[in-house]
Nanobody, 119 residues
Framework: QVQLVESGGGLVQAGGSLRLSCAAS????????VGWYRQAPGKQRELVAT???????KYADSVKGRFTISRDNARNTVYLQLNSLKPEDTAVYSC?????????????WGQGTQVTVSS
C-alpha cells in the first residue's frame, strides 16, 4: 500500500507563489509518472502537469511558463511550483501517481490541498 500526501496549499494574493508537495510513503515501491490535477468549484477536474520517471514534463496551456513540476526520487516527492498566480488558479490541487509494486502498476490519489488566490 502506498499513501500520497499533498501539502503546501494556502491563501495567496494574485502574482504570488506557492510550492505544493506530493509525498509518497509505503514500502517496496517505485513511482512512475505523477500528475498534478486541480478542480475548481463547479468545474471539471483539469490535468495541470505531469512528470514521468525519466523526468520529462508536460503542462496544460493555462499554466505553461508559470508552473513547474519536479521530482526528488530520493524523497519520493513531487513538487509543483506555482508562480504568477491568478485568481482563476483557485482550486483543490491533487496528485495522482502510477506506482510500481512487485511488477504491477497501481494508481493512487492524494487527499488534495486547497489553493486560493485573491485578487
Amino acid at each position: 500500500q502506498v499513501q500520497l500526501v499533498e501539502s503546501g496549499g494556502g491563501l495567496v494574493q494574485a502574482g504570488g507563489s506557492l510550492r505544493l508537495s506530493c509525498a509518497a510513503s509505503g514500502s517496496s515501491f517505485s513511482i512512475n509518472s505523477v500528475g498534478w490535477y486541480r478542480q475548481a468549484p463547479g468545474k471539471q477536474r483539469e490535468l495541470v502537469a505531469t512528470i514521468r520517471s525519466g523526468g520529462s514534463t508536460k503542462y496544460a496551456d493555462s499554466v505553461k511558463g508559470r508552473f513547474t513540476i519536479s521530482r526528488d526520487n530520493a524523497r519520493n516527492t513531487v513538487y509543483l511550483q506555482l508562480n504568477s498566480l491568478k485568481p482563476e488558479d483557485t482550486a483543490v490541487y491533487s496528485c495522482n501517481a502510477d506506482v510500481l509494486i512487485k511488477g504491477y502498476t497501481y494508481s493512487y490519489w492524494g487527499q488534495g490541498t486547497q489553493v486560493t488566490v485573491s485578487s
